[in-house]
């Protein structure tokens, strides 16, 4: 099989479904000019970031790459700790960041050298795409934590039965990912793969190795900064939401 090439044009197809979206958002009387915005925010940044990992990927450079996976981390640990009022956020971010660092760095290290072997080990194709699945999934798992941990706290419950509540809900989302891949869906990755002409028993060990990339990522990450950052965290309390 080939790999399913689509060209520009042919995205053109999604366009009236989209418009009808929009269209019944607007007689709904919702913000349809927030959807449309963000949908033609989400085309212009994926075009630039295109052009910009073709760059990378041409010119491959162990320094940019890491100054690229540096800006992935800092985003990600800002982002993931927004639901903090902004006083604990600021002295939150620099463990969140550590967490982000060592943990994603080090399942980011473990899958790209010990199972893809990538080579050079900068490889821009290998440790882009994955530290960027690594520290969304462990940002998202990061800010699910906090802000349960935040309520459970507010409520009068101790720490301890706080952080547990916060680390069972927070990992809803991937277990439940975990619980569903071949029963409900297709990961993208996988269905990409697919698309593209790879071999479906290829592409299962590779789903196989991000959904354990994923859960150890984002497993780890939480218990790190529950643990780590427990004085920060309790204090939230004494400060309003921003």
């Not at 041409?58 to 690229?68: D, E």
């Not at 009022?85 to 080090?106: E, H, I, S």
């Not at 699945?133 to 706080?162: D, K």
Request: a positive charge.
């Amino acid at each position: 099989m080939n790999a399913t090439l689509i060209a520009w044009p042919q995205l053109l197809w999604l366009v009236p479904p989209v418009l009808l979206v929009l269209w019944i958002l607007y007689r709904w009387g919702l913000d349809w000019l927030q959807a449309g915005r963000a949908m033609v925010g989400m085309v212009l940044r994926l075009v630039v970031i295109g052009y910009g990992l073709r760059y990378i990927f041409n010119a491959p450079n162990g320094g940019v790459i890491l100054l690229v996976l540096s800006v992935m981390l800092g985003a990600a640990s800002w982002i993931g700790l927004r639901t903090l009022p902004a006083a604990a956020r600021r002295r939150v971010l620099p463990k969140a960041f550590g967490v982000l660092v060592a943990v994603g760095g080090a399942i980011l290290a473990l899958v790209s050298q010990g199972v893809l072997r990538a080579q050079p080990w900068y490889n821009p194709r290998v440790l882009i795409p994955l530290g960027g699945m690594i520290f969304a999934n462990a940002m998202n798992t990061l800010s699910l934590g906090v802000e349960r941990l935040h309520a459970e706290l507010a409520a009068g419950h101790a720490f301890i039965p706080a952080r547990n509540a916060a680390a069972r809900a927070a990992l809803i989302p991937v277990i439940n990912s975990l619980m569903s891949v071949g029963l409900v869906s297709l990961p993208g990755m996988m269905t990409g793969q697919i698309l593209a002409g790879v071999s479906p028993l290829v592409a299962v060990r590779y789903q196989i190795m991000v959904m354990a990339m994923i859960f150890a990522a984002s497993g780890l990450s939480l218990a790190a900064l529950l643990v780590w950052a427990r004085p920060e965290l309790s204090a939230t309390l004494s400060e309003a939401p921003t």
